[in-house]
C-alpha cells in the first residue's frame, strides 16, 4: 500500500486500488491530502458487516456451550464497542451498520439507536452485558474457539475481538486459517463462532438466502442454527414483488438476526477509499459493490 500512495504521489500512478489493505486508512488519507492538496480526489463507498468490509462474529449455535444461550449472545454484541472498531479493524475510514450498506435502501434507518450499536448508551450496554453473562452462569466467562481467516488483512480483525472480549471474561481461542482451510471449517459445525462478512454476497435480500438458512437447508449457511422463522422471513420475501413490502421484511429480519437472537455481532465496516489524481475524470462512484464500474468505461485522462 505505501508503495502504491508513492507512486500515486509521483504521478506514477493514476488512482489507486480497490482491494482489501490498498484503501485509504485516515492516516493515509491525511497525508495523501497535505502532500497533494486538490490534486487528488476520493472515491467512497461504505462496506459494513455483510459486504465484505466489516466481518465480525457469526455463532454456531449448534455447537454445544454457552453461545447457545441467547442472553450470551446479547451480552457479547452489546459489549463489543463498535465505535471503537473504526480505528481497531478499518483504519480510521470506517462506518458501523447491520448487514447492508447504511445508504442500502433495505437497511434499517434506526440501527444507531439499537442497544450495542449506540456509542451515547456504551456505559449501560456493557452494564448490561455483565449483567446478563452472570444471570446466564457465566460471570466468571469462558474459553471458545473462533475460526479467523488469515488472507488479506483480516486477521487485526480476529485479535481486535480477542481483545475486547477478555473484558467480558471471555477467552477467544484463534484458530488462524487460510482461505481454503477457512471454508472447509465453515462447513463443519466444529467451531463455536467464526469470521465472516455476514454472508452478504448481494446488495439485494433473496439471493444472500443459503447463507442465511437453517444448516438443514443450507449446509453453507455462515451461522449454524435450526431456527424456523429465519426460512419464514425468506419465503415471505420471496411471496411478494412490492418493494415495500420486501423492505419491511427485510427490516423484521435484519433486527430479528442482530438485536432479537443476536445471531451474529458485526464489527465496523470500511469506508472503502479510493485515491485519484485529479486529472483522472468522469470516474463513477457506484452507490454498491467497491468492485463496480471497474471497467473505466467512462474514464479519460485530462492530461
Same mark, same amino acid.
Given at each position: 500500500?505505501?508503495?502504491?500512495?508513492?507512486?500515486?504521489?509521483?504521478?506514477?500512478?493514476?488512482?489507486?486500488?480497490?482491494?482489501?489493505?490498498?484503501?485509504?486508512?485516515?492516516?493515509?488519507?491525511?497525508?495523501?491530502?497535505?502532500?497533494?492538496?486538490?490534486? *487528488?480526489?476520493?472515491?467512497?463507498?461504505?462496506?459494513? *458487516?455483510?459486504?465484505?468490509?466489516?466481518?465480525?462474529?457469526?455463532?454456531?449455535?449448534?455447537?454445544?456451550?454457552?453461545?447457545?444461550?441467547?442472553?450470551?449472545?446479547?451480552?457479547?454484541?452489546?459489549?463489543?464497542?463498535?465505535?471503537?472498531?473504526?480505528?481497531?479493524?478499518?483504519?480510521?475510514?470506517?462506518?458501523?451498520?447491520?448487514?447492508?450498506?447504511?445508504?442500502?435502501?433495505?437497511?434499517?434507518? &434506526?440501527?444507531?439507536?439499537?442497544?450495542? *450499536?449506540?456509542? &451515547?448508551?456504551?456505559?449501560?450496554?456493557?452494564?448490561?452485558?455483565?449483567?446478563?453473562?452472570?444471570?446466564?452462569?457465566?460471570?466468571?466467562?469462558?474459553?471458545?474457539?473462533? /475460526?479467523?481467516?488469515?488472507?488479506?488483512?483480516?486477521?487485526?480483525?480476529?485479535?481486535?475481538?480477542?481483545?475486547?472480549?477478555?473484558?467480558?471474561?471471555?477467552?477467544?481461542?484463534?484458530?488462524?486459517?487460510?482461505?481454503?482451510?477457512?471454508?472447509?471449517?465453515?462447513?463443519?459445525?466444529?467451531?463455536?463462532?467464526?469470521?465472516?462478512?455476514?454472508?452478504?454476497?448481494?446488495?439485494?435480500?433473496?439471493?444472500?438466502?443459503? /447463507?442465511?438458512?437453517?444448516?438443514?437447508?443450507?449446509?453453507?449457511?455462515?451461522?449454524?442454527?435450526? &431456527?424456523?422463522?429465519?426460512?419464514?422471513?425468506?419465503?415471505?420475501?420471496?411471496?411478494?414483488?412490492?418493494?415495500?413490502?420486501?423492505?419491511?421484511?427485510?427490516?423484521?429480519?435484519?433486527?430479528?438476526?442482530?438485536?432479537?437472537?443476536?445471531?451474529?455481532?458485526?464489527?465496523?465496516?470500511?469506508?472503502?477509499?479510493?485515491?485519484?489524481?485529479?486529472?483522472?475524470?468522469?470516474?463513477?462512484?457506484?452507490?454498491?459493490?467497491?468492485?463496480?464500474?471497474?471497467?473505466?468505461?467512462?474514464?479519460?485522462?485530462?492530461?
Amino acid at each position: 500500500a505505501d508503495v502504491m500512495d508513492a507512486a500515486i504521489r509521483t504521478g506514477q500512478l493514476d488512482g489507486g486500488s480497490p482491494g482489501g489493505g490498498y484503501v485509504l486508512t485516515k492516516p493515509r488519507f491525511e497525508a495523501m491530502q497535505k502532500d497533494l492538496g486538490d490534486e *487528488f480526489f476520493v472515491v467512497q463507498l461504505p462496506s459494513t *458487516f455483510g459486504q465484505g468490509g466489516g466481518t465480525g462474529l457469526s455463532w454456531n449455535v449448534l455447537k454445544e456451550g454457552p453461545w447457545q444461550d441467547v442472553r450470551v449472545r446479547k451480552a457479547v454484541s452489546l459489549w463489543i464497542d463498535r465505535q471503537e472498531s473504526i480505528d481497531g479493524v478499518a483504519g480510521g475510514m470506517g462506518v458501523v451498520g447491520g448487514l447492508l450498506n447504511p445508504e442500502n435502501p433495505f437497511s434499517n434507518p &434506526d440501527i444507531l439507536t439499537w442497544p450495542g *450499536f449506540n456509542p &451515547d448508551t456504551k456505559e449501560a450496554d456493557r452494564a448490561e452485558a455483565q449483567r446478563l453473562m452472570a444471570e446466564a452462569g457465566y460471570a466468571d466467562g469462558f474459553e471458545m474457539n473462533y /475460526n479467523c481467516l488469515t488472507t488479506g488483512n483480516w486477521a487485526d480483525r480476529c485479535e481486535f475481538l480477542a481483545a475486547q472480549l477478555a473484558g467480558l471474561n471471555i477467552k477467544l481461542r484463534l484458530d488462524l486459517m487460510d482461505a481454503p482451510a477457512w471454508t472447509a471449517a465453515g462447513l463443519t459445525l466444529d467451531y463455536a463462532a467464526v469470521q465472516s462478512g455476514g454472508g452478504m454476497t448481494s446488495h439485494l435480500p433473496e439471493p444472500n438466502a443459503p /447463507n442465511f438458512l437453517p444448516y438443514s437447508e443450507s449446509p453453507r449457511s455462515i451461522v449454524k442454527h435450526e &431456527d424456523p422463522k429465519v426460512s419464514e422471513y425468506f419465503d415471505r420475501m420471496k411471496a411478494t414483488n412490492d418493494l415495500s413490502q420486501r423492505v419491511e421484511i427485510w427490516r423484521e429480519f435484519e433486527r430479528y438476526w442482530l438485536a432479537e437472537q443476536y445471531y451474529a455481532v458485526p464489527l465496523a465496516g470500511n469506508l472503502a477509499t479510493i485515491p485519484y489524481r485529479s486529472w483522472v475524470k468522469g470516474r463513477i462512484s457506484p452507490p454498491e459493490q467497491i468492485m463496480a464500474y471497474l471497467d473505466f468505461a467512462t474514464v479519460w485522462l485530462d492530461k
